[in-house]
Nanobody, 129 residues
Framework: VQLQASGGGLVQAGGSLRLSCAAS????????MGWFRQAPGKEREFVAA???????????DYANSVKGRFTVSRDNAKNTVYLQMNSLKVEDTAVYYC????????????????????WGQGTLVTVSS
C-alpha cells in the first residue's frame, strides 16, 4: 500500500487549504482513513478520520481543536481521502499525514496513531499570522 499526500503550503490565518491523499495497492473503500499532524517539538496527534458504512453513509470523527473548521471526506472511486481546512489558525501549522487502518472492522474510527498501519509521507501546512 502506498499513500501519497499533497496539498500543503503556506496560507495566512483565516485562509483555507485542501489536502488530498491518494491510496494505491489495496482495496480502499473498506478501511478507515485518518489524518494526523505533527508540529515541531510536539507529538503526532489525531486530526480526523472517516469510515465508510456502505452506500452513501460515512462515519467521521474530529479532534476538538479542528471541529467545525475541518471536514474529512473520501472518494472511494478515486481511492482518495480529503481534508478541507477552513479558518486556519497559526496553531494548525504542522506536517500533516494521512494514514490507513486496515485492521479495524467496526463502524466508527480509532484515534490512536498506533492503530494505523500505513502512512503517507506527510505534507507541510504553514499558517502565518
Amino acid at each position: 500500500v502506498q499513500l501519497q499526500a499533497s496539498g500543503g503550503g503556506l496560507v495566512q490565518a483565516g485562509g483555507s487549504l485542501r489536502l488530498s491523499c491518494a491510496a494505491s495497492g489495496r482495496a480502499f473503500s473498506r478501511y478507515v482513513m485518518g489524518w494526523f499532524r505533527q508540529a515541531p517539538g510536539k507529538e503526532r496527534e489525531f486530526v480526523a478520520a472517516i469510515n465508510w458504512s456502505g452506500g452513501v453513509s460515512y462515519y467521521s470523527d474530529y479532534a476538538n481543536s479542528v471541529k467545525g473548521r475541518f471536514t474529512v471526506s473520501r472518494d472511494n472511486a478515486k481511492n482518495t481521502v480529503y481534508l478541507q481546512m477552513n479558518s486556519l489558525k497559526v496553531e494548525d501549522t504542522a506536517v500533516y499525514y494521512c494514514a490507513l487502518d486496515t485492521r479495524y472492522r467496526g463502524s466508527v474510527v480509532r484515534r490512536s496513531a498506533v492503530s494505523y498501519d500505513y502512512w503517507g509521507q506527510g505534507t507541510l501546512v504553514t499558517v502565518s499570522s
